[in-house]
């Protein structure tokens, strides 16, 4: 092999060299290229599908909460042809005006008798001078002031009251209402009357 065969291919050599490198950077590239496009693809693709799925689901909480409207259509039998009506719908006609003269309003019915607060029952004269009442336990001086407006002034008083005439006297009694069944005023004005002192502090303490 002569100088000028073996200078021809080195020179061959030295061309193919570089082409060939310059080839696998440019296939490694475009590989890459195809790679990172696949992926992007499927990126979208699938935000693509989420988003129609959000979609899709706000539409159907939206007809389940009954924000959809249905649709509208012009009434031709309108005379401007601009009014609209809901589809399958019929449009309300408006309803006769009565040439009728108004009936006469109707008397409230009366207040029934059980509706209305008991009225405090009449004691029973008594013509001794009024004793303390605030000998009964649970019923001190602003209670006295309240029952002797009511007529209550003499422990004897309190000792006869009947189940029925307790309970209407309570419930004239205000704030204090349940106080006299609470501190048995009832038994305690029964002992006091009978002038049993012993009973009374066995069973409600010293006077």
């Given at each position: 092999?002569?100088?000028?065969?073996?200078?021809?291919?080195d020179?061959?050599?030295?061309?193919?060299?570089?082409?060939?490198?310059?080839?696998?950077?440019?296939?490694?590239?475009?590989?890459?290229?195809?790679?990172?496009?696949?992926?992007?693809?499927?990126?979208?693709?699938?935000?693509?599908?989420e988003?129609?799925?959000?979609?899709?689901?706000?539409?159907?909480?939206?007809?389940?909460?009954?924000?959809?409207?249905?649709?509208?259509?012009?009434?031709?039998?309108?005379?401007?042809?601009?009014?609209?009506?809901?589809?399958?719908?019929?449009t309300?006609?408006?309803?006769?005006?009565?040439?009728?003269?108004?009936?006469?309003?109707?008397?409230?019915?009366?207040?029934?008798?059980?509706?209305?607060?008991?009225?405090?029952?009449?004691?029973?004269?008594?013509?001794?001078?009024?004793?303390?009442?605030?000998?009964?336990?649970?019923?001190?001086?602003?209670?006295?002031?309240?029952?002797?407006?009511?007529?209550?002034?003499?422990?004897?008083?309190?000792?006869?009251?009947?189940?029925?005439?307790?309970?209407?006297?309570?419930?004239?009694?205000?704030?204090?209402?349940?106080?006299?069944?609470?501190?048995?005023?009832?038994?305690?004005?029964?002992?006091?009357?009978?002038?049993?002192?012993?009973?009374?502090?066995?069973q409600?303490?010293?006077?």
């Amino acid at each position: 092999m002569d100088s000028t065969t073996t200078t021809n291919h080195d020179f061959a050599q030295s061309i193919v060299g570089p082409i060939t490198i310059i080839h696998v950077i440019l296939m490694v590239a475009l590989a890459a290229a195809a790679v990172l496009m696949i992926w992007y693809g499927g990126v979208q693709r699938r935000r693509r599908r989420e988003a129609e799925q959000q979609v899709e689901e706000d539409r159907r909480i939206a007809e389940e909460a009954g924000a959809t409207v249905p649709a509208q259509e012009a009434d031709p039998n309108q005379p401007d042809g601009g009014s609209l009506k809901i589809a399958g719908e019929e449009t309300p006609q408006p309803a006769e005006v009565s040439r009728e003269a108004p009936a006469a309003e109707t008397p409230a019915p009366p207040v029934q008798e059980s509706l209305r607060e008991p009225a405090a029952p009449a004691p029973a004269p008594i013509a001794d001078a009024p004793s303390d009442l605030t000998q009964l336990k649970g019923l001190g001086p602003k209670l006295a002031a309240t029952l002797a407006e009511l007529g209550y002034t003499h422990i004897a008083q309190i000792a006869a009251l009947t189940p029925e005439d307790a309970a209407a006297l309570d419930a004239r009694l205000g704030a204090f209402q349940g106080r006299m069944a609470r501190d048995r005023w009832i038994e305690q004005a029964k002992l006091l009357s009978a002038g049993d002192r012993a009973g009374y502090e066995a069973q409600f303490g010293k006077l």
